[in-house]
C-alpha cells in the first residue's frame, strides 16, 4: 500500500510513477484504489493496462475486499493499493473504519508511507513516529519523502527518520511542478483514449527510476498471499440471460468495476454505448444503466444528440428496468443549467431540471434503505454507496422517493421512481449488498417476459 499523512500530499503522483516504473521492468502491476474514488483507478488502469479495482472497507465487508483483492490479483507480480486521504481517515474519527489504515489489515499489506518534507528536517521523524504508534501493530515498512528541496535535505530527512523509526527512507520525489497531474476529470478519459497522457506517464517513471529504491520497494512488498474466500459474491450464479445496455463514454463513465462484473456473474450481457457519439440504445435490451461522469460539461453535445435522447426516454417508457446515478440522473431530466447561466435541453424523462453550482452539494458515504417496493430494492433492504455533486435537482412534479439515504447529517427520501426507472444522486455499490443485482435481474427477466406474450 502506498498511504499518505494527509491528502494532497502526492500519494497520487507517486503511486502512478511507480507503477509505470515497475511496469517498465516488465512486471504485471495490479492496481487498487480504497474508497469511493473513480478518478485515480482510471489512472491506474492507463498505466497498467489492467483495470483498477476499488476496496472499501466501510462500504462492504472484509471478505468481499480480500475476495476482490486475491482475485484481481492471481496472476499480477506485485499488487499496489493506493490510499484515501491521510492513512487513518475514515468514516469516523475514533477508529479505523473506511481507512487506508483498515484497508492494510484486512489484507495484511505492508504500508510505504508518503511523507512531505517540504520545510523540514527533524520534524519529519517525529511524524512518521506519530503514524507508528497511534495503531499496533504498525504496517508502516519504508517511507518515501515527497517535495525535498535537494539530495542533501532528502539526507538529512531520511537520517532523522531511520535513527527514530527504524524503517527505511527507500527515496524521494523533488518539488517539481512539471509533475503534478495535468487532469483531475473533465478531459481525463479523452486524453487517456488519445495517448495525451502517455509522456506524462513515461516522465514520472523516469523521475522514479532516478530517486527511489524500486529494488528495495520489492522487497519489502514482499507478504503472505491471502487466501481464495469460499462461497465468493463473484462466482458465477446465473439467475438467466438478459441483455444490459450501458452508456460509456466520456460523459458517462463512473462504474465500479465491481458492479459491473456482478451482472454478468449472474447472467447479464452488457452492451456499452455512447450518448455523446449519438448512439442509440442497442435493440432488444431488458435493461439499462446510465451511471455517473461530467454530463454538464459535455451538455451542449448531449442536447444536440437527438438520437440517444429520444431513444433513451422511449425505453423508459416502454419499461424498461433502468438504473441512473447521479450524472445519468441529470441527464434524464428536462435541462441542465450551468454555472454560467445556459440551459440545455436533456432527455426529459423526469420533470424537473438540474442547476450547477460552483460548491458542492452533496459529498460523503451514504447508507440507502429501499422504499416502495421498487424493482431494486425491496422495503427493508439495504445497500451502502456515496454522493458527489455541484448540483441540485429542482422538480416539476412529484415522484415516490426510490430510497431513504441517512449520513452524518441525518436521514432524508430522495431518488424517484417513474415507470421502471430508479434514478438519484447516490453511487450504488452492489457489493455492499449483491441481492440488489438479483433484484435488477429478475426485473429485467419480467420485462423480457412480458415483451415475449406480447408477441
Avoid at 155 to 174: D, F, L, R
Avoid at 252 to 260: D, G, H, Q, T, V
Avoid at 271 to 289: C, Q, R, W
Wanted: charged share 20%; net charge negative.
Amino acid at each position: 500500500m502506498i498511504a499518505g499523512t494527509s491528502s494532497g500530499v502526492g500519494k497520487t503522483t507517486l503511486t502512478i510513477g511507480i507503477m509505470a516504473a515497475l511496469k517498465k521492468r516488465n512486471l504485471v502491476v495490479q492496481g487498487f484504489k480504497c474508497g469511493p474514488d473513480y478518478i485515480d483507478p482510471t489512472y491506474h488502469t492507463a498505466v497498467t493496462k489492467r483495470v483498477s479495482r476499488n476496496i472499501d472497507s466501510w462500504m462492504f465487508s472484509h471478505d468481499v475486499i480480500r475476495d476482490i483483492v486475491e482475485r484481481n490479483s492471481r496472476d499480477a507480480d506485485i499488487t499496489i493499493i493506493e490510499g484515501v486521504m491521510g492513512y487513518f481517515d475514515g468514516k469516523n474519527p475514533l477508529e479505523n473504519t473506511g481507512s487506508a489504515a483498515d484497508i492494510a489489515d484486512i489484507t495484511e499489506s505492508p504500508v510505504l508511507l508518503v511523507v512531505d518534507c517540504a520545510s523540514m528536517a527533524r520534524s519529519a521523524a517525529a511524524i512518521v513516529k506519530g503514524f507508528q504508534t497511534i495503531h499496533v501493530p504498525s504496517r508502516i515498512v519504508g517511507v518515501i519523502a515527497n517535495r525535498v528541496g535537494s539530495e542533501s535535505h532528502f539526507n538529512i530527512v531520511k537520517a532523522a527518520i531511520e535513527q527514530e523509526c527504524h524503517i527505511p527512507v527507500i527515496g524521494y520525489m523533488k518539488k517539481n511542478n512539471e509533475l503534478h497531474l495535468p487532469s483531475r476529470h473533465l478531459g481525463l478519459i479523452p486524453a487517456i483514449e488519445r495517448g495525451d497522457l502517455d509522456s506524462y506517464f513515461e516522465m514520472l517513471a523516469t523521475e522514479v527510476e532516478k530517486t527511489i529504491d524500486l529494488n528495495k520497494l520489492l522487497t519489502i512488498s514482499e507478504t503472505n498471499s491471502l487466501e481464495k474466500v469460499n462461497h465468493s459474491i463473484f462466482e458465477e450464479n446465473l439467475k438467466g440471460n438478459v441483455k444490459i445496455a450501458v452508456a460509456k463514454d466520456a460523459a458517462f463513465n463512473f462504474y465500479y468495476e465491481e458492479n459491473l462484473q456482478l451482472l454478468r456473474a449472474r447472467g447479464a450481457e452488457l452492451l456499452f454505448f455512447s450518448p455523446l457519439a449519438n448512439d442509440p440504445v442497442p435493440e432488444d435490451v431488458d435493461g439499462l444503466y446510465i451511471g455517473g461522469g461530467f454530463p454538464e460539461e459535455f451538455a451542449e453535445k448531449l442536447a444536440s444528440n437527438e438520437v440517444s435522447k429520444q431513444s433513451i426516454k422511449a425505453m423508459i417508457e416502454k419499461g424498461v428496468p433502468t438504473v441512473a446515478e447521479c450524472g445519468g440522473f441529470m441527464y434524464l431530466t428536462k435541462s441542465i443549467e450551468t454555472t454560467e447561466g445556459m440551459s440545455y435541453p436533456m432527455v426529459g424523462v423526469i420533470d424537473g431540471k438540474v442547476a450547477m453550482q460552483s460548491t458542492l452539494a452533496a459529498l460523503g458515504y451514504r447508507e440507502i434503505f429501499g422504499m416502495n417496493d421498487n424493482f431494486l430494492m425491496k422495503e427493508g433492504e439495504v445497500a451502502k454507496g456515496h454522493e458527489f455533486h455541484y448540483s441540485i435537482f429542482q422538480p416539476n412534479s412529484l415522484y415516490p422517493p426510490a430510497y431513504e439515504l441517512k449520513s452524518r447529517f441525518g436521514v432524508k427520501r430522495v431518488g424517484c421512481i417513474l415507470h421502471s426507472l430508479i434514478a438519484g444522486y447516490v453511487h450504488f455499490h452492489f457489493a455492499s449488498n449483491s441481492k440488489l443485482v438479483d433484484n435488477w435481474i429478475n426485473a429485467c427477466l419480467q420485462f423480457q417476459e412480458q415483451k415475449r406474450n406480447a408477441i
